[in-house]
């Protein structure tokens, strides 16, 4: 059974930083590009992040690029996601997702609040 687990969202102070962790199981990590999604408040959901198999290859949503870092390790079969100069317009619920066998699995998330 495919199951990702998101951790590490919490309050953050505008222009703060935090990191995100996605714990997978239930799949063959290391051959599956992963992806970071978000769902803000009342909104649909977000693509904000991806990143190949092998971690050599990773994308950004316009709204991130350059303050988001996606990377994984293979050997913990985890993805993270590092976010720097947080905006309150970054408050979100944080998923990673997957594609295996033609599904999508999703976690059940994470909460950003960027606040002061």
């Known amino acids: 059974e495919v199951q990702l687990v998101e951790s590490g969202g919490g309050l953050v102070e505008p222009g703060g930083s935090l990191r995100l962790s996605c714990a997978a199981s239930?799949?063959?990590?290391?051959?599956?590009?992963m992806s970071w999604v978000r769902q803000a408040p009342g909104k649909g959901p977000e693509w904000v992040s991806n990143i190949n198999s092998g971690g050599g290859s990773t994308n950004y949503a316009d709204s991130v690029r350059g303050r988001f870092t996606i990377s994984r390790d293979n050997a913990k079969n985890t993805v993270y996601l590092q976010m720097n100069s947080l905006k309150p317009e970054d408050t979100a619920v944080y998923y990673c997702?997957?594609?295996?066998?033609?599904?999508?699995?999703w976690g059940k998330g994470t909460l950003l609040n960027v606040s002061s």
């Open positions: 997702k997957v594609w295996v066998g033609g599904m999508a699995y």
């Open positions: 239930g799949f063959t990590f290391g051959i599956y590009d």
